[in-house]
């Protein structure tokens, strides 16, 4: 099996990496990552000399380039995770997240379909996607597979667009795929523009926590190494053409996150409760702002016999350590351009 995942020196790629190449011996897992501001080669650190990996730096927007790297390789399956994948910074720059999560996924699509021809035996596209392609819930509810997409951000409108490319190979030229649509990642490795990271990072340096709006919004939170063991399931045991949601079953309002966050940094770094809390501040929302996201997760439950291995409490304590004890990792991603990036979104 010779597995490209692309996306992989990413915060979830690198995990899903990480597992394949443990835990396949017999498989040749090729990361293929263009190493933009969100992609770490550190984050592979511990793994870069097994036998069974290659990391081959890449742009899957470049149409040569990818159709000359499939013709020598000639990948059986494709895990494709490389994306734009920050909202706020699909509201500033909206045309490059439809060049690399549009272009990039349907480029890599066609060289999968140029390699097999119609020769589909054994052969896989996972694309993995998330669940803001459904829109915004209100306050019930919740999305399955078959809720009708109606994405709101340039992000989500761009992965929504992906994911119909990729049924539209499965249904014009029979090419085999699954789609995944996942709910909100949190743990180690996360570049600190995503909420979590963003807070540990401001509580060390000693900045404002800002809530945008009313911090009342809603995301249902999982944690990435039980986001790995569902993709993992999933591209051995999901049917093709088919669609799973996965979710943590835990929704959480930006606002109780936030102070829970606060509350268990102050544990850790062993001052005072309450001193975290006392850096939050409300700014100004989110042009666009979904109110609330919350995943029915009962099919891949029910059929491939996936659920959460940790609560939210395990999860995030683990996260926050993990960044405590990897300071040096934290201050590398947040020097030069994550400065300008921060100026720019949040004076
Ligand atoms: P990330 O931003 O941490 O990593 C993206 C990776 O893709 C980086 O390593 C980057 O260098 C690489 N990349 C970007 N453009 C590329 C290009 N043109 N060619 C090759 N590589 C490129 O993202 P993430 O949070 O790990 O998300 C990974 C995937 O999972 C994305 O497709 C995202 O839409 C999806 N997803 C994320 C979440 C979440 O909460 N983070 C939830 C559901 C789904
Ligand atoms: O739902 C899955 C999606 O989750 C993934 O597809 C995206 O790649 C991932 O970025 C994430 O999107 P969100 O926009 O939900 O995540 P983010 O961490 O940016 O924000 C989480 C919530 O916190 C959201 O309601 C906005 C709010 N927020 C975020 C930041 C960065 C703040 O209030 N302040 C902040 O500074």
């Not at 979830?12 to 040749?28: E, M």
Request: charged share 20%; proline share 4%; glycine share 8%.
């Amino acid at each position: 099996m010779k597995l490209l995942i692309t996306g992989g020196a990413g915060f979830i790629g690198s995990h899903v990496v990480r597992r394949f190449v443990q835990n396949y011996p017999s498989y040749h897992i090729y990361n293929l990552d263009a190493l933009t501001y969100a992609g770490n080669m550190e984050n592979l650190k511990d793994i870069e000399n097994n036998s069974n990996y290659s990391f081959i730096k890449g742009d899957i927007t470049d149409e040569k380039f990818i159709n000359a790297l499939f013709s020598e390789h000639r990948f059986d399956g494709v895990i494709h995770l490389a994306a734009e994948s920050h909202v706020d910074r699909s509201i500033t720059d909206p045309l490059a997240f439809a060049k690399t999560n549009i272009l990039g996924t349907m480029i890599l699509l066609n060289a999968f379909k140029e390699t097999w021809k119609g020769n589909w035996s054994d052969k896989l596209f996972y694309h993995v996607s998330t669940d803001e392609v459904y829109g915004s819930l209100g306050e019930t509810g919740l999305f399955e597979e078959t809720t009708p997409y109606d994405p709101n951000s340039p992000y989500s409108a761009s992965k929504a667009s992906s994911d119909h490319f990729v049924r539209a190979y499965g249904e014009t030229y029979g090419l085999p795929y699954v789609i995944s649509n996942c709910s909100n990642n949190y743990g180690q490795n996360q570049f600190p523009e995503k909420l979590i990271p963003l807070f540990i990072n401001n509580i060390l340096t000693d900045k404002p926590l800002p809530v945008y709006g009313d911090g009342k919004y809603t995301r249902d939170w999982l944690y990435v190494l039980d986001h790995a063991i569902a993709i993992d399931l999933v591209f051995h045991k999901g049917q093709t053409t088919e669609t799973y949601n996965i979710g943590g079953f835990n929704e959480w309002q930006n606002i109780d996150l936030m102070k829970l966050l606060c509350d268990q940094m102050d544990l850790k770094l062993k001052r005072p409760v309450g001193t975290s809390q006392k850096l939050i501040t409300y700014v100004k929302d989110r042009p666009g702002h979904d109110l609330r996201y919350a995943i029915d997760a009962s099919k891949i439950n029910k059929e491939l016999g996936w659920k959460p291995s940790v609560t939210f409490e395990q999860g995030l304590s683990i996260t926050i350590d993990w960044y405590l004890n990897n300071e040096e990792w934290l201050s590398n991603v947040t020097s030069g351009s994550y400065q300008n990036y921060y100026t720019k979104q949040y004076s």
